[in-house]
């Protein structure tokens, strides 16, 4: 893996802030105070950058929100979020047929859903999921509406998102044991049901408090890639307290830290190191509107930077 691909996704459908659309843009400029870029930060460690651009995304003054809703499911601006996560999906795929390693840069959690079917085409793929939330809501548990609290639900065909209406959104090769949601700490009631129910495995902040990162993570990505051939790291930068990454449309007090974060990606480039697994990347919902200097759109590119190796010696 030398060449990587950056795709970037200005989705803000899936939320109800906007300024998450910004997000790749933000991300790719980097640092206000060194001008150092994403691109820099990875080049730095010898890889080869080529930026795809962005998926066309509908602006959403152009569409009705409530056009693919029926009577018994919510689910804003579905014709949409299927038609951007199906452009996501061929893109990420693509890259991977050219021997490339696509790095995806969000916008919303929604692009996940095209994310994670890209990426799983061909291979069972398992996923580390680093958000506060569970993203487990589906169309009839929803309470906003909102996509990008679903795509993990999505994938996995929970609930609604079985019929066939939801093909475009179910992941053929993800398996809910091979999936790990780490360091919740804001999941509905209806989402603690599908977890209980499921065969997914959940940490939560408390389990990162009791244990510490390293043993939290890296059990992690062992249960995971005990059945799945490939990894693919979906990383939501609301998992960071609000401290460190401030410019996200839905912070929540208590989250991991700088160092925490950073440990995090550590360690699985470590583990890629041992066994080849690393298959795609993405990071989400940073929100340059509420950010400060461009703080949280700069740590995604360090954070980028660790999960591919960046070492302090």
């Not at 390293?214 to 693919?232: G, P, R, W």
Request: glycine share 8%; hydrophobic share 40%; aromatic share 6%.
């Amino acid at each position: 893996m030398t060449q990587i691909r950056i795709i970037g996704v200005p989705m803000d459908l899936g939320a109800d802030r906007r300024g998450v659309d910004m997000g790749p843009s933000a991300i790719r400029y980097g640092n206000i105070s060194d001008r150092a870029s994403f691109i820099s930060k990875l080049e730095k460690l010898s890889y080869t950058c080529f930026d795809d651009g962005d998926i066309p995304v509908p602006t959403p003054e152009t569409r009705d929100p409530t056009a693919g809703e029926t009577r018994t499911y919510r689910a804003k601006y579905l014709p949409e979020t299927e038609e951007v996560c199906t452009q996501l999906s061929n893109a990420v795929n693509a890259a991977l047929a050219d021997d490339e390693f696509p790095i995806i840069l969000g916008g919303d959690h929604s692009i996940a859903i095209g994310s994670l079917n890209g990426t799983s085409q061909a291979e069972e793929v398992g996923v580390i999921w680093f958000d506060a939330h569970a993203d487990l809501n589906t169309p009839e548990t929803t309470p906003s509406g909102n996509v990008h609290g679903m795509p993990l639900a999505a994938v996995l065909g929970v609930g609604a998102f079985q019929d066939a209406d939801f093909e475009w959104a179910r992941a053929q090769n993800v398996r809910e044991e091979n999936v790990a949601i780490v360091g919740l700490r804001s999941v509905d009631e209806a989402e603690k049901a599908v977890i209980r129910d499921s065969d997914i495995t959940a940490y939560t902040m408390s389990d990162i408090d009791e244990r510490g990162i390293a043993a939290v993570v890296s059990e992690a990505v062992d249960t995971v890639a005990e059945n799945a051939d490939q990894l693919h790291v979906s990383f939501d930068l609301d998992w960071l307290d609000p401290v460190e990454a401030p410019g996200v449309g839905t912070p929540v007090s208590g989250g991991v830290s700088y160092r925490e974060a950073h440990y995090a990606l550590e360690s699985i480039a470590r583990y890629h190191e041992r066994d080849p697994i690393l298959r795609s990347l993405e990071f989400v919902e940073v929100n340059p509107i509420l950010d400060e200097q461009n703080k949280t759109a700069a740590l995604t590119g360090e954070l980028a930077a660790s999960a591919l190796g960046k070492r302090v010696l």
